[in-house]
């Protein structure tokens, strides 16, 4: 905890995670709280550490401090089909890609370890994954296919490159018939312990954002087309696609990724995704 007492929120800076934070003011909060929005990296290790309490965080990286994290119930990034911001550009269908080279973006083990998961158990394929920065025409002079996520791989989509395009929200889906979640909100355990009403206050708050949220998009929709571009009729679809919502299905999705993940060493230890309620916690049906 910080030394003023203050309650840390952590807030996720992409673009599909809006609609829950638009309406989400820590000043209009009765306890005393402040909101950081941080690179991916940061705030995963400050809910980790707890020296950010409660806020969003990518999946992955709730999964690697899930013994440390509570998620907070029905809020998260999820999609049951395509996700329209996670794409493998390439030049050969996905399947015959082999052991080729696949260039991927550091900022997402989300989505990297997703197309992994899927590379290895959907296709057998064993690419080689090199790093760099996300540029879709520098990505493809070095290799065979390139992961491109977020803002990014928005603008790609709206060109045609010449490239085959994966959606991996869709190919997770085809699969395995669920669907996947991105990101998650979750609450620092000791946080959960000792602040238990700043954090129901913090929880509440939430939910009502993401309810007013979904309920008026158009702001949301014209700061999309204000910093990323694109048009209003996009943006609307695009948000509207996306499952604000944490149910029993999203959470079976979850929980296959990250069995998946465990099995193939990229998580070193198995999730129990145990969710935050105000009285007591309950254990997510496996």
């Not at 899927?118 to 065979?144: C, Q, T």
Request: hydrophobic letters at 40%; a negative charge.
């Amino acid at each position: 905890m910080n030394s003023n007492g203050h309650t840390v929120i952590g807030k996720i800076s992409y673009t599909n995670s809006w609609p829950v934070f638009h309406n989400f003011h820590p000043s209009a909060l009765k306890i005393p709280a402040e909101m950081v929005s941080e690179v991916p990296a940061i705030l995963n290790q400050g809910m980790s550490q707890g020296t950010i309490h409660v806020g969003a965080l990518s999946s992955f990286a709730y999964g690697e401090a899930s013994d440390r994290l509570l998620l907070l119930p029905d809020l998260s990034v999820s999609s049951d089909g395509p996700v329209n911001s996670i794409m493998l550009f390439s030049r050969v269908p996905i399947a015959q890609i082999g052991s080729g080279t696949i260039a991927v973006t550091n900022t997402s083990a989300t989505s990297v370890n997703l197309l992994k998961i899927l590379m290895e158990k959907a296709f057998g394929n064993k690419p080689e994954y090199i790093s760099a920065a996300p540029d879709l025409d520098v990505m493809m002079e070095h290799a065979d296919a390139c992961l491109l996520i977020g803002d990014n791989a928005i603008r790609a989509s709206w060109q045609d490159q010449g490239y085959i395009v994966t959606d991996l929200g869709q190919l997770w889906n085809e699969w395995t018939g669920l669907g996947m979640t991105f990101a998650v909100w979750a609450v620092n355990r000791d946080a959960a312990r000792t602040k238990p009403e700043a954090i129901l206050e913090i929880a509440e708050a939430f939910a009502d954002s993401k309810k007013e949220g979904l309920r008026n998009l158009s702001p949301i929709v014209r700061e999309a087309c204000y910093t990323i571009g694109g048009t209003e009729s996009y943006w609307n679809g695009y948000f509207r696609n996306l499952i604000y919502d944490f149910g029993e299905r999203q959470q079976k999705g979850l929980n296959l990724y990250f069995r998946y993940a465990y099995e193939m060493g990229l998580l070193p230890q198995e999730v129990k995704m145990e969710l935050w309620s105000h009285n007591l916690l309950t254990r997510v049906k496996e």
